[in-house]
């Protein structure tokens, strides 16, 4: 039962608890139960624990035992799990491994507490095995990940021997993917603390936990502007030729939401979000070279993104886009939203004449400025709304969040709002329904 035996699944993550609980078995396996120390009576009650927090992340349920194990399995990212996860079914000598592997496995799910728990008097232990979660909601993953991982480690439990263990795990991989970029939807750019010895010059991928629950018909009207968004990102889910997409226009008006809501709507498809600052455009190339060989499609966001004259980061972004010698992934698109049309700052005294400015091109300063938004194939324009929109927003807002509050009642309250908070926009409108809300409480 020892986890040293292991060979695929050899590096796994949060594997600490599964080295402790093995020390414990291996230890009291072996007819040893009346050598039993307070340090070893310590270490189970801390796995234990651990366990309860682990359920208390995901949202965890049943047999949290088999739960963790399963979680292991599923975030393992291995040659094996990847293989499957591209291809399901693989061919060769590794499945001879993962068998293997699966023997193992089957040790640890098998194993029975019972005379431990007694030896140790921590009977109360045994309703760990049949957890009842007292909120379900998962700070790790959707409802629906969470789910399936619970049902797999019944699955894997049930299984009658090593072959229909590694049957099981095989198709979980093929259906959901494995590790971070099976099970989230959205991530953002990090940097590791030892930057020398990791392979993208420290630069990780980490995933977002907690992302709103937000979809495209949350957005009252734009609909032209969503179903160009729309098109072509189903364009790109399918495999067939998209272009990076900026979404630009006035604030508040639900470009961001778009993006938030692309996640939620399309994660099922295989749809990723890499959330990207201006200050981490160097770090592109490592990002592009972590997730250019997996079987989902990315899009790189990049939210609020302008630049002044004095910034250069856009220069990065450039080459990425379209221009250096390396070609960008099929499976990596770049969305955008801006206020700005043209994203780089722009001032008269680039339209200057040569006796005005100095600039000998003046013409080329215009095209360096804005051959950045040029990359950007689909360009979608948000305009704040008129009047009788902003009001159709307002009253659909209300209606969605229960308020019941006459109609003239309502608009004239939204008008007096709008005109001290920023104009009229859908962002002023779910404010002004969010304070409606609160006053009600």
């Known amino acids: 039962m020892m986890v040293e035996e292991l060979i695929c699944f050899r590096n796994l993550e949060d594997e600490e608890l599964l080295f402790a609980m093995s020390d414990l078995m291996d230890k009291y396996t072996k007819g040893s139960f009346s050598n039993i120390n307070s340090q070893d009576k310590a270490l189970l009650y801390e796995c ?16 949290l035992w088999h739960d963790y194990l399963a979680y292991l399995l599923v975030n393992s990212e291995n040659t094996y799990s990847l293989a499957c996860e591209m291809k399901g079914q693989v061919e060769g000598t590794i499945n001879d491994l993962v068998l293997h592997d699966m023997e193992v496995f089957r040790k640890f799910f098998d ?74 939807k959205a991530f953002r750019v ?23 629950h937000v979809k495209l018909d949350d957005l009252v009207g734009y609909e032209i502007a969503k179903k160009k968004l729309v098109d072509n990102t189903e364009a790109f889910l399918a495999g067939r030729p998209a272009n990076n997409c900026l979404l630009y226009g006035d604030a508040g008006t ?3 939401t778009c ?23 160097k770090d592109l190339n490592d990002v592009i070279a972590q997730i250019k ?23 990065y972004l450039k080459a990425v ?18 206020n700005r049309r043209h994203l780089i700052k722009e001032s008269f005294k680039d339209k200057k004449s040569l006796s005005d400015d100095g600039d000998i091109h003046a013409s080329d300063t215009v095209q360096e400025k804005i051959s950045l938004s040029d990359r950007f194939g ?29 109609e003239d009642e309502l608009l004239a309250q939204a008008s007096k709002w709008e005109l001290h908070h920023g104009g009229l926009s859908g962002r002023c409108a779910q404010q002004f329904i969010d304070y409606l809300l609160g006053q009600e409480a």
């Open 378 to 406: 689909v360009s979608i324009y948000f305009g704040k709304p008129d009047p009788k929109q902003f009001k159709e927003i307002v009253t659909t807002l209300a209606l969605r969040n229960g308020i019941r509050m006459p």
């Open 254 to 256: 639900g470009k961001s």
């Open 321 to 338: 886009i379209e221009g250096g010698l390396e070609k960008k992934p099929e499976n990596v698109l770049i969305y955008a939203t801006s």
């Open 111 to 184: 194993y029975d507490f019972t005379e431990l728990f007694e030896c140790f008097g921590a009977q109360n232990f045994e309703k760990l095995f049949d957890y009842k979660a007292g909120n379900s909601d998962s700070k790790i993953y959707n409802r629906r990940i969470r789910d399936r991982i619970c049902r797999l480690a019944c699955d894997l439990e049930k299984a009658a021997d090593e072959k229909a263990m590694k049957d099981c795990l095989t198709l979980f991989y093929k259906e959901y993917g494995v590790g971070k970029f099976g099970l989230h």
């Open 190 to 212: 990090g940097h590791s603390s030892d930057s020398l010895n990791t392979e993208y010059s420290g630069v990780t991928i980490e995933p977002i936990k907690n992302i709103r």
């Open 259 to 281: 993006i938030k809501a692309l996640a939620n709507t399309y994660f099922d498809k295989g749809l990723r979000i890499i959330e990207v600052y201006k200050h981490q455009f």
């Open 48 to 63: 234990m624990s651990e366990l309860v927090e682990f359920a208390g992340r995901g949202g965890f349920y049943g047999n």
């Open 293 to 315: 060989g997996r079987s989902y499609r990315f899009i790189i966001y990049m939210d609020d993104l302008s630049f002044e004259d004095f910034e250069t980061e856009y220069k």
